[in-house]
């Protein structure tokens, strides 16, 4: 044993003998760490505006805040009313990370610089200290439509059941390879996720890498084929941490590769895929939120639900609560945002509300075009990238500011951190989620998306501190020794809605599966509701749930154990309503005689949906 770590074993001795405190566990500091980034003030280069690609200098000349770090906060006893309180012994789920895809384009771009350059653009990315610090990165199996080259896959040709052709030389030779090797010397904690467009066109209805439908019969040479992708690429020194089963299953290009695969078929490739690969993540779907909850029930049967470990989705269609939907029916598994470029302050809110509908994971989508929109062959106009390079002179390259929207997160929060429990706050004023790390430091990521600076208080247990975030700008809070500051306080009282009547308890009995209905305000203990820094609002010991822990419209709103499901968490907002899985308390009719039943109902910040909470 090296003198080093005899030193250190004899110093933890003395410090365990002392009653010291490990720096994981020491009090919360007086002071809080404060970063901010901005969108652009200049004219013509809105979030998602194409001008981004014309000159990105101009733009980034108007962006106040560029991950810019602002002097740190006072903390101070807690008093008065607090804007954001933060409950840290309510935990969620654990986060993987955050990202971006090193896909063909991004690479064929970075091949482009010269040595110097490239180093720098992937620092830029994945350096945890001098760069955003990704550290989730997916890749292609073949060829998506962000490519510089020609569709392939990596067994083209005639039907070849064997796969005695399959080789990734292609990626070899189109610098893959090389750039994730670099990669992962930056960052060694690098995870790398890889994603098929399509499979061998002999696998498919089509005989075609554009469209068609996966054959059945092929399922197993399937799972064969990512077996030898994932062992080809472990042989290069690059470990993949997981695989999803097929690029947007239900979706089929007309003009770029694609591939049709029934919820059914994932079932039967899941377990295939697991035989092969017994230690790779396998994630389903992959997907859009509208068809996700629909498309998990059909994968995640009994025989194959062992065989996958969560379930990804894509931003294009829905609402991230789906993801929290699956979460509620499926706890032990992992669901996971796995693409979607966002822009703006809009886009970090997008980002905080996958986290709070319990994503491990936020991944973008292409990192880098040039100021020519290439290379790619998609078939629509791309949305601008975080990072733009110059086609005349490659090293040149600009951050956007949504490149610093997202370091907001990924710079701060730390794989291993749990979300912990906070009020997500009005898009009138600011929102948030929040994060304990692993060094027990307490990340709150505060989002304002109007037009005027906020004022908000943060409070954690018996501390908080105030701060004001300026308009159109997303501020990280880092305030270390806070993870176990505990909880804030809870409000209880009646919930008054309409007509004046008060929700109850029918019958002051909180018996699972009771409805809960309107009463006239009298007081009584059925009428007492907490509502707690967790987002759950109880009565008599049970929680307010949407029964089934489904937000259709019409669904009884009922009592049952308080077990931390989605289905239990209401987000009271400034508009009166109080909302849970998208949807808003609702006293159906809209009549307040006594008995009336509540519901969940689209929010239209109708007066039936208006409350009055505990003060």
């Known amino acids: 044993m090296s003198r080093t770590k005899v030193a250190a074993m004899l110093a933890a001795v003395v410090a365990t003998a002392a009653g010291l405190s490990s720096p994981a566990h020491a009090a919360a500091a007086t002071t809080v760490q404060v970063y901010l980034s901005s969108e652009s003030r200049t004219a013509g280069y809105e979030p998602k ?64 610089m010269s040595a110097a350059g490239r180093d720098a653009a992937l620092r830029a990315l994945v350096d945890p200290v001098n760069g955003a610090g990704f550290n989730v990165a997916r890749i292609t199996l073949g060829t998506s439509d962000f490519t510089s080259h020609d569709f392939y896959t990596y067994d083209d040709g005639a039907a070849d059941p064997t796969l005695a052709r399959f080789s990734i030389q292609r990626d070899i030779d189109y610098h893959i390879i090389s750039t994730l090797q670099q990669a992962l010397a930056i960052n060694p904690n690098l995870k790398i996720f890889a994603s098929a467009w399509s499979a061998p066109p002999w696998m498919k209805t089509s005989n075609n890498i554009i469209g068609g439908s996966l054959l059945s019969q092929y399922i197993p040479t399937l799972a064969s084929y990512y077996g030898k992708a994932v062992r080809a ?26 591939m049709l695969v029934s919820a059914d078929q994932e079932r039967q490739l899941a377990k295939a895929v697991r035989t092969e690969l017994p230690t790779t993540k396998i994630w389903a779907f992959d997907h859009n939120f509208s068809e996700g909850v629909s498309y998990a029930a059909g994968v995640l049967t009994a025989d194959a639900r062992s065989s996958v470990d969560g379930i990804a989705f894509h931003d294009y269609a829905g609402d991230p609560s789906a993801m929290a939907t699956v979460k509620a029916t499926y706890p032990e598994k992992d669901v996971l945002m796995t693409e979607r470029s966002v822009w703006g302050t809009s886009g970090a ?16 989508w292409v990192s880098m075009l040039d100021q020519n929109r290439s290379p790619e062959r998609w078939s629509g106009s791309p949305d601008p990238t975080m990072l733009v390079q110059s086609p005349s002179n490659p090293d040149t390259f600009w ?56 004022t908000f208080t943060l409070r954690a247990g018996t501390r908080q501190f105030t701060a004001t975030l300026p308009a159109k700008t997303t501020g990280t809070y880092v305030w270390a020794g806070a993870g176990d500051a505990g909880s804030g306080p809870s409000h209880t009282g009646p919930i008054v809605g309409y007509g004046g009547k008060c929700v109850d308890v ?50 009884k709103v009922q009592l049952y154990d308080c077990n931390g499901t989605a289905a239990q968490q209401w987000t009271p907002n400034s508009d009166g309503t109080l909302r849970s899985l998208g949807k808003c308390l609702d006293a159906t009719g809209p009549s307040s005689a006594d008995g009336t039943r509540l519901q969940i109902w689209d929010c239209f910040a109708a007066a039936n949906q208006k409350w009055t909470l505990p003060a």
């Not at 941490?241 to 694609?258: S, V």
């Not at 509300?353 to 973008?364: M, P």
């Open 49 to 112: 505006n194409g001008n981004w690609y014309t000159n990105p200098a101009t733009g980034l000349a108007g962006t106040p805040y560029q991950l810019s770090r602002q002097a740190d906060l006072a903390t101070a006893a807690a008093g008065g009313t607090a804007t954001i309180t933060v409950d840290t012994t309510q935990q969620f789920q654990t986060v993987l990370g955050v990202g971006s895809s090193l896909e063909e384009s991004t690479i064929y771009n970075l091949s482009r």
């Open 233 to 258: 690429y472990a042989a290069q020194g690059i470990p993949i941490h997981a695989l999803t089963l097929q690029n947007e299953p239900l979706f089929q290009p007309a003009d770029y590769p694609g």
């Open 349 to 364: 809110d997008r980002i905080v509300q996958y986290f709070r509908n319990q994503a491990t994971l936020y991944e973008g």
């Open 399 to 454: 951050k956007l500011p949504d490149y610093n929207m997202i370091a907001q997160f990924s710079k701060f929060v730390k794989a291993g951190a749990k979300r912990v429990a906070s009020g997500y706050g009005s898009t009138g004023s600011v929102t948030d989620v929040a994060f304990v790390n692993p060094d027990n430091s307490l990340v709150t990521v505060v989002v304002n998306q109007t037009s005027a600076n906020q």
């Open 506 to 555: 029918a019958g002051a009995n909180s018996a699972n599966g009771t409805a809960v209905q309107l009463y006239t305000c009298n007081g009584t203990a059925a009428q007492s509701w907490t509502v707690g820094t967790d987002g759950t609002v109880r009565s008599l010991g049970k929680c307010l749930d949407v029964a089934g822990a489904n937000s259709a419209n019409g669904t």
